[in-house]
């Protein structure tokens, strides 16, 4: 089982971007996905969360401006970034809560992707 997260990149103050993290796998079901985002020299923060029934939560500090979702499938999560600002500058991670998978099927508590990075410029 992997998430690849993609979709990162340099934007101006103000911008958009959108986040994309996909499972693969063999995969049966993902209970929870969510976003995560380091910047440099910082601790690890919460950004969002989208539940296997599309409940959505966000951080304060991006609600209003950010939007999780996920596929018909569920196998993919997406952040939508509005109005960028130059805080949100930070290698975001996406992860998964409550993977199962293959024939059996198997069970992941919680699984990470790799990270990728936003730049926004004021």
């Known amino acids: 089982v992997q998430l690849q997260a993609s979709g990162g990149g340099s934007v101006e103050a103000g911008g958009s971007l959108r986040l994309s993290c996909a499972a693969s796998g063999s995969i049966v079901s993902i209970n929870s996905m969510g976003w995560y985002r380091q910047a440099a020299g910082k601790q690890l923060e919460w950004v969002a969360t989208?539940?296997?029934?599309?409940?959505?939560n966000y951080a304060d500090s991006v609600n209003g401006r950010f939007i999780i979702s996920r596929d018909n499938a569920k196998t993919t999560a997406y952040l939508q970034m509005n109005s960028l600002k130059p805080e949100d500058t930070a290698v975001y991670l996406c992860k998964a809560e409550g993977i199962r998978y293959g024939s059996t099927p198997d069970y992941l508590p919680n699984t990470w992707g790799q990270g990728t990075k936003v730049t926004v410029s004021s």
């Open positions: 989208i539940s296997k029934g599309v409940t959505t």
